[in-house]
Antibody, heavy 118, light 112 residues
Framework: EVQLVQSGVEVKKPGESLKISCKASGYSFTAYWIGWVRQMPGKGLEWMGIIFPGDSDTRYNPSLQGQVTISADKSISAAYLQWSSLKASDTGIYYC???????????WGQGTLVTVSS | DIVMTQSPLSLPVTPGEPASISCRSSQSLLHSDGFNYLDWYLQKPGQSPQLLMYLGSNRASGVPDRFSGSGSGTDFTLKISRVEAEDVGVYYCMQALQTQYTFGQGTRLDIK
């Protein structure tokens, strides 16, 4: 069974750094891309970017490039989303999701709530 | 970026009645392989999104056959033949033609 299990709730202050994780199981980690989707409070879904764990090829949403870093560790089948300096506007729920070779995105993590507040 | 536009944004429906959501893309989603790279997702309250349809008209595993998808190029439709209480949530279309995927704004379906 494919599972994506995300790290827990985070409460941070503006300017702090953060790295959240998505641990994959039940399939060959390097065979499919993993991506991150942002949902700001009360708003819709927004793709942040995807990574192909096999070669770490990463594609970012141009509007977010430079603000976050997406990475993956093949040795432990985990993907990461990282901020070097959080802003209040980064508050939201972040979902990881796995692609299926053009057949939709059928697998989603449970979401990680990130709150950034002074 | 491909811009996705959904309508309506709010859809109150009586149980047992049909419902329809429209999705328009700023560029054709028809690939040279003949497939339209358009997906539909449902986000139920308090849950992660779930895949309903892929490649425009293919139901994902476990999706009831009261859901159907149609369209090609830039115009797509999701139809629910008879709405049930469990169908409440926000429906999103998403283009998967470019790896910079984009969602529509979402259509909130609730029960009258």
């Amino acid at each position: 069974e494919v599972q994506l299990v995300q790290s827990g709730v985070e409460v941070k202050k503006p300017g702090e750094s953060l790295k959240i994780s998505c641990k994959a199981s039940g399939y060959s980690f390097t065979a499919y891309w993993i991506g991150w989707v942002r949902q700001m409070p009360g708003k819709g879904l927004e793709w942040m970017g995807i990574i192909f764990p096999g070669d770490s090829d990463t594609r970012y949403n141009p509007s977010l490039q430079g603000q976050v870093t997406i990475s993956a560790d093949k040795s432990i089948s985990a993907a990461y989303l990282q901020w070097s300096s959080l802003k209040a506007s980064d508050t939201g729920i972040y979902y990881c999701a796995r692609g299926n070779r053009g057949l939709g995105v059928p697998y989603w993590g449970q979401g990680t709530l990130v709150t950034v507040s002074s | 970026d491909i811009v996705m536009t959904q309508s309506p944004l709010s859809l109150p429906v009586t149980p047992g009645e049909p419902a329809s959501i429209s999705c328009r893309s700023s560029q054709s989603l028809l690939h040279s392989d003949g497939f339209n790279y358009l997906d539909w997702y449902l986000q139920k309250p308090g849950q992660s999104p779930q895949l309903l349809m892929y490649l425009g008209s293919n139901r994902a595993s476990g999706v009831p056959d009261r859901f159907s998808g149609s369209g090609s190029g830039t115009d797509f439709t999701l139809k629910i033949s008879r709405v049930e209480a469990e169908d409440v949530g926000v429906y999103y279309c998403m283009q998967a033609l470019q790896t910079q995927y984009t969602f529509g704004q979402g259509t909130r379906l609730d029960i009258k």
